[in-house]
């Protein structure tokens, strides 16, 4: 939850529910007789406070701040605008720009339209309640714990990081690793890497014998239910061979040969290939590492395919430089689209039934009185909530800081968060006093739109 | 012929609300099956990461590094307080959490107080500029607060008030006053004016109106207040990071140091993450309906 939160708002909900008579409160507060007491001296009682520290700690450093950015790092020298020149040529400020420019375009709309498409769809569920209080519920937590929380959800190790998890457990399914992810030949004269798996070098034919020979195999890797390994039996017709491990625990045995204490490799898959590429036919290893290529014909060289080597899931990298931003942005979803849902609700809400209804019994469909009678009806409580999402953005600092690992927090670059890097860590006042003057730049159009709105209002 | 269209309507209506028959209420029930599945997994998605920290928090550091927090629930044994015992032996932990309270309530206390008494001002004596001066306010709303943290550093240094608790305090009320005294005053606008009249009538003073009067009427919003500053506070990185000092930072910046090496302090970070996060919550809950209507301040009048 952050200031910018409510300050829109507030606003926001007086877009959902107009009030009913825009002049009256103002009208009143006028309407006493004239006080003996001079007024102005009793009000500036009530305001001291509040003026003296707006005054100290907000008015005046909007001044100094934009004095200040015109200096050097120390104060010492008057630079002009060269400081706005660095924010605009400097790398780190630019990434930071950047990525402000996908925040305000990404994460406002789709949270907006999130928030929108919850409204409306639990006014038709029985327990809206209970679904509205567990949206909305992040709104209570720090941006701090919640980027704990989604740093958390974004282990890489797939066994430690539930997003890894899930996008494993599909990928598993689709491409299911081999059983032997890293081996290499033992003889790689005879046996070379190819892209579609290991294939022998010389052809085979008929009756003829292969043995391919594995390493680098550890042995957690070993399949389970290996015995020793045989040595390759020629058939008739076919080809037959043993695919084992051809390293010996504890030194010895000749590589290329089956030694004894050898293990056969089982579960292995194996392919014949004649001249043109096609594969003709297709065995698995025994337990003892041997298979049999039945019904072959002519020079053929055999193939252990690459799905016997494909590495397992190792999981995505969310935070990794090319999609931490995306990856904070839907930390950022969760936190907000509560805040959307709970105020277009309100204003859905202050949407006469009777328009909706109209609509339907001239045929409209559910879709089309969605986007023809709910949403235009709703756009100003959109237009608040969007713009109270796009300040709150502007601002963004804390959970580019939390989640972000220092790996790829240039990447993550966001201007505040490069505001404070400036100023408290580099203690470059000068360009730092820029970057927050920028930052108000920004949101000047908002501030802009809050008071034309309250004077509408007003009057 | 548009009588006959008007009946049809209601017809339509109320077929549309109440399905009479049972094969009605089923087709109902059927056609929003989809809706409740994907609402649920929707709910689920919210739930889960929140689930997640709660059970991470109840983990030794070795079993978080060797497998993910939901094998725990088939291994319910391996659960430990062990991570929330370490957080109460850890003074650092135990003092920043204390510093949380000694700037969240004087926060509050201070903001709702000060914006009280300048929202009266606004909403009900008439001086001249006023209507300017709120202006001024409205457009405070949405400053930014980085545009004060260089200058009021400085400031703060030449008071001596750099990395003390009333640095921070005061810090967090001027940059939460413009919202307060935008919520209150509208509140107090909307209060009837024979109550302040006939308060006057009896000789009271703008003292008397305001303490007797528009402070106990006005209790709904500033509740909303109270709530809305609290969360901003106690949740606050920013503003501690940059004014509290090394012994009177609050949770969530000891949190932040910890960040460092996210893995190997996961049984500290989770629990302290936990129990940052656990006192909004209650408040939320214990709140909820004060918490929404700040929210919807506007459109409580």
Request: proline residues 6%; glycine residues 8%; without cysteine.
């Amino acid at each position: 939850m952050t200031e910018g939160a409510t300050a829109g708002v507030a606003a926001g909900g007086r877009a959902a529910a107009p009030r009913v008579d825009p002049d009256g409160a103002d009208g009143r507060s006028g309407s006493f007789r004239p006080r003996a007491r001079r007024p102005l001296a009793i009000a500036l009682l009530f305001l001291l406070p509040a003026l003296v520290l707006l005054g100290a700690l907000v008015v005046y450093p909007i001044v100094f701040s934009v004095g200040r950015s015109f200096y050097d790092a120390t104060g010492s020298r008057f630079v002009g605008v060269e400081n706005y020149g660095e924010i605009f040529s400097a790398e780190s400020t630019l990434t930071a720009i950047k990525n402000n420019l996908i925040w305000v375009v990404v994460a406002p709309t789709v949270v907006t339209a999130l928030g929108l498409i919850f409204a409306v769809l639990t006014e038709r569920i029985r327990w809206s309640t209970a679904f509205k209080v567990l949206i909305f519920m992040p709104m209570a937590i720090s941006f701090l714990s919640a980027g704990v929380t989604w740093r958390l959800i974004y282990e890489q190790d797939p066994e430690t990081g539930v997003a890894n998890a899930a996008v494993g457990a599909v990928v598993d399914v689709v491409r299911p690793p081999g059983s032997l992810p890293g081996a290499r030949p033992s003889d790689e004269e005879a046996v070379e890497q190819t892209a579609s798996g290991l294939e022998t070098t010389a052809t085979v034919t008929p009756g003829d014998t292969v043995a391919i020979g594995l390493v680098a195999i550890p042995p957690e890797q070993i399949p389970s239910g290996a015995t020793a390994a045989a040595e390759p039996a020629a058939v008739e017709n076919g080809v037959g061979g043993t695919v084992w491990l051809d390293f010996t625990p504890g030194g010895g045995g000749e590589p290329g040969q089956v030694d004894a204490e050898e293990r056969g490799l089982p579960g292995v898959s194996v392919e014949a290939v004649d001249a043109d590429g096609t594969v003709v036919a297709n065995a698995t290893t025994d337990p003892d590492g041997t298979f049999t290529l039945p019904d072959v014909s002519g020079d053929v060289s055999v193939r252990l395919g690459a799905s016997n080597f494909r590495e397992p899931f190792s999981g995505i990298s969310w935070l990794g430089p090319a999609l931490v931003t995306p990856a904070i942005i839907v930390s950022y979803v969760w936190i907000w689209a509560g805040f959307a849902m709970v105020v277009i609700a309100a204003g859905l809400a202050a949407i006469p039934r009777e328009l909706l209804e109209a609509a339907r019994v001239d045929g409209a469909s559910e879709w089309q009185v969605f986007r023809r009678v709910t949403v235009p009806l709703l756009a100003p409580v959109l237009g608040v909530v969007f713009v109270t999402l796009v300040i709150n953005v502007l601002k963004i600092f804390d959970l580019v800081l939390v989640i972000a690992p220092g790996s790829a927090q240039r990447e993550a670059n966001v201007i505040a968060l490069q505001m404070w890097k400036t100023a408290f860590g580099a203690r470059n006042f000068g360009l730092g006093s820029a970057l927050a003057v920028f930052l108000l730049v920004l949101v000047i159009p908002a501030m802009l739109f809050n008071i034309r709105r309250f004077r509408a209002e007003e009057t | 012929m548009a009588a006959t269209a008007a009946t049809t309507r209601t017809d339509t209506t109320v077929a549309r609300q109440q399905p009479t028959s049972t094969s009605g209420r089923i087709v109902r029930a059927l056609t929003r099956a989809p809706l409740n599945v994907i609402l649920i997994i929707v709910a689920l998605f919210w739930l889960v990461p929140t689930f997640g920290l709660l059970v991470s928090s109840f983990r030794s550091a070795d079993a978080n590094a060797a497998s993910g927090w939901w094998t725990a629930l088939l291994h319910p044994t391996e659960l430990t307080l062990e991570p929330y015992t370490n957080l109460l032996d850890d003074p650092t932990m135990l003092s920043s959490l204390w510093n949380t309270v000694l700037i969240t309530v004087p926060t509050s206390v201070l903001v709702v107080a000060i914006s009280a008494l300048a929202a009266y001002a606004f909403a009900w004596i008439r001086f001249p500029g006023r209507d300017w001066l709120f202006l001024v306010v409205v457009g405070l709303l949405v400053v930014p607060l980085q545009i004060g943290l260089i200058p009021v550093a400085r400031l703060y240094d030449v008071l001596g008030l750099f990395g003390t608790i009333a640095g921070v305090v005061l810090f967090h009320v001027a940059f939460g006053l413009p919202f307060a005294v935008f919520l209150l005053r509208n509140f107090f606008v909307g209060i009837p004016s024979e109550l302040l009249e006939a308060a006057r009538m009896d000789g009271a003073g703008e003292w008397t109106v305001f303490w007797r009067v528009v402070l106990p009427l006005g209790i709904p919003a500033i509740a909303s207040l109270l709530i809305f500053q609290f969360l901003w506070v106690w949740n606050d990185l920013l503003v501690a990071l940059v004014f509290a000092g090394g012994t009177t930072q609050p949770l969530t910046v000891t949190i932040r140091e910890q960040l460092r090496s996210f893995g190997a302090n996961i049984d500290v970070i989770a629990p302290a993450a936990f129990v940052q996060m656990i006192v909004p919550l209650v408040v939320f809950f214990a709140f909820q309906r004060y918490f929404v209507q700040g929210l919807l301040a506007g459109s409580q009048r």
